[in-house]
Nanobody, 120 residues
Framework: VQLQASGGGLVQAGGSLRLSCQAS????????MAWYRQTPGNQRELVAS???????NSADSVKGRFTISRDSAKNTVYLQMNSLKPEDTAVYYC???????????????WGQGTQVTVSS
């Protein structure tokens, strides 16, 4: 199983970016998907998550600015980030909880991370 994230970059404060992450490989059942972020010296923190049924959850710091969505047919999760602030600068990681085979349990998988830098 691989998670391929894309869409990071450099943007000015107030701008927007859209992150994408596609899961590929052996996937029997894809459960929740999420975006986390991490800055140097800090723990990885949850930004937003979405269940297979479409229920979402997001950190208070991004509510009203970031929107998570998914395309189940494409095994892809998106993070639309609007009104970006310098404090949103971080490496963003895609996460998926899935069962690779019908007989297996569910496991956590991570993407490689994509840098988002917001200049003031």
């Amino acid at each position: 199983v691989q998670l391929q994230a894309s869409g990071g970059g450099l943007v000015q404060a107030g701008g927007s970016l859209r992150l994408s992450c596609q899961a590929s490989g052996s996937i029997f059942r894809l459960n929740s998907m999420a975006w986390y972020r991490q800055t140097p010296g800090n723990q990885r923190e949850l930004v937003a998550s979405i269940t297979s049924g479409g229920s979402t959850n997001s950190a208070d710091s991004v509510k009203g600015r970031f929107t998570i969505s998914r395309d189940s047919a494409k095994n892809t999760v998106y993070l639309q980030m609007n009104s970006l602030k310098p404090e949103d600068t971080a490496v963003y990681y895609c996460h998926a909880n899935l069962a690779p085979y019908y007989y297996s349990g569910r496991y956590d998988y991570w993407g490689q991370g994509t840098q988002v830098t917001v200049s003031s």
